[in-house]
């Protein structure tokens, strides 16, 4: 490890760079991640909801048994998701999800969205679930404060389960609550944060209290528009980040790609990234934008900045039949 870590609040350091796991076929997930693993990746961002955490487990442990890493070489996060928040269900997740990956213990574990949902049978929720399961068509919510949850994670440190803790698709004022009672320091935040989504404040506000931010889909829309129309819709109509004016400028400049610059806009402002590709020269791409690869200017960072247009794909108020505002 060493300058291309970051300190997290637990005391543990997380690697700048991973690999995102959303999208990436359980069947196929085994071998993607050993992969990446041999090109020398050591952060893999899964989440129950993805439905590939004992394949992700299995590419890593395979890994392990050859020879290639250590344990305590890679870093795993993983995410409840929103019809666990229940402190006993969370609780229970959390060590079925610890035993899908079959490591020994996770290194993070976060709130997948700041949001509680009814309950429903782990084996219902099936992946492609999004939000609910195929019989469910409505969400529901459930009455259950984010205190317990939280309070339900910090158990699942104290039991060994997880080293570090935190929270994604939260905003400040959820933030600043857990700080009013947490025991366990929000180590993480992970938020979509691109060019077009740049939230300023939230990243500052993270600073200040001593949280790492990972940022998600890096590349904007990009990602979304591999997905149904509801997904798709804010991303179709807006030019990918790629081929904007300053990202090409700055990459033809740095003689990396604009998919390079994406990511070193955030890295090199200690913001942790975790790319997902299935293509092996992007794989190793992806990973060159660590602190010994290239610098952009202060300008350059700036002017990238202020592509900012407040624009949000991954939102639960705008793609869901109804519409769960949490970032309003
Ligand atoms: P991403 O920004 O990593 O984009 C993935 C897309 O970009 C894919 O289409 C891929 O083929 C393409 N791509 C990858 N590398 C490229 C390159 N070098 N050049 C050109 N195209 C390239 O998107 P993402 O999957 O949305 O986000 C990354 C990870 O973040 C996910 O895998 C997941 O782990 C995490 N995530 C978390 C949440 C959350 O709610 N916490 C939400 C979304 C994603």
């Known amino acids: 490890m060493g300058r291309d870590t970051i300190m997290l609040a637990s005391g543990h350091q997380m690697p700048l760079v991973g690999f995102g796991l959303w999208k990436v076929p359980a069947d196929k997930a085994a071998d993607i991640v050993y992969n990446a693993i041999k090109v020398g990746y050591r952060l893999f961002d899964g989440a129950y909801d993805y439905q590939n955490e004992k394949e992700a487990g299995q590419g890593i442990r395979r890994a392990i048994e050859d020879g290639l890493v250590k344990r305590d070489e890679i870093f795993v996060t993983t995410k409840l998701w929103n019809n666990y928040h229940q402190k006993d269900h969370a609780v229970q997740m959390a060590k079925a999800q610890n035993e899908a990956w079959g490591l020994g213990y996770i290194d993070l574990y976060l709130i997948h969205f700041p949001v509680a949902l009814k309950y429903i049978e782990p084996e219902k929720l099936r992946y492609p679930a999004w939000w609910t399961d195929a019989e469910h068509k409505a969400i529901e919510t459930a009455p259950i404060p984010l205190q317990d949850t939280w309070q339900a994670l910090e158990e699942v440190v104290d039991l060994g389960i997880t080293k ?36 300023p404040e939230l990243v500052e506000l993270a600073r200040e209290e001593n949280i790492a931010i990972t940022a998600y889909s890096s590349f904007g829309p990009q990602s979304f528009l591999e997905l149904p129309p509801a997904f798709r819709a804010r991303a179709k109509d807006v030019p990918l980040l790629f081929d904007v004016d300053i990202v090409r400028e700055a990459a033809a400049r740095v003689g990396k790609t604009p998919a390079q610059v994406l990511l070193r806009w955030a890295t090199q402002r200690d913001i942790a990234v975790i790319p997902k590709s299935n293509d092996a020269t992007r794989l190793r791409q992806n990973l060159e934008v660590r602190n ?3 610098t952009l200017t202060s300008d350059e960072i700036k002017s990238i900045g202020a592509l900012d247009k407040g624009l949000r794909f991954n939102d639960p108020g705008f793609y869901l039949d109804k519409p769960l505002r949490i970032f309003a």
């Open 164 to 199: 570090s803790i935190g929270i994604s698709n939260a905003q400040a004022q959820t933030l600043y609550d857990i700080q009013r009672y947490a025991r366990h320091p929000i180590s993480s935040l992970q938020i979509e944060h691109h060019p077009y989504l740049v939230q």
């Open 292 to 294: 010994d690869s290239f």
